[in-house]
């Protein structure tokens, strides 16, 4: 299973120019290996920073539209990882399912819902 939050108080509204960042709760029901987490950025925000080797990740890719986290190990358990993100533009955007997939075994995988945020 996997969700994705920001950690400000309001679920569904940034501030334009403010940091927040981009929460991804990953419940691992069987010892996985090699997983692949893909994780969309919001259209209005970009990267405040760009933490690399963080625990339980074997490698972390930065692109403009989503962040790709591998995990070579997941045992059974809850899993938290963070991206920092600062809001630029306003408006309201659609933020697209995030995913966590076996890379060599791609039928088991899961996602959540679609999203939309507003910045102001």
Known sequence: EIST????????LLVAGQET???????????????????????????ADKK???KNESHREYF?????IFCDYLAEGEYTFEIDLISRYSGTYTINPA??????FPT????????IIKIK
């Open 21 to 47: 960042k981009l929460i991804i709760k990953v419940t691992v029901k069987k010892d996985a290996e090699y997983v692949m987490i893909n994780i969309p950025i919001p259209g209005g925000c970009s990267y």
């Open 52 to 54: 690399n080797n963080l």
């Open 108 to 115: 088991f995988n899961a996602n959540n819902e679609i999203k």
């Open 99 to 104: 995913k966590i997939e076996l890379m060599y």
């Open 64 to 68: 403009r539209n989503e962040t790709t």
């Open 5 to 12: 939050s920001f950690d400000n108080r309001s679920l569904s």
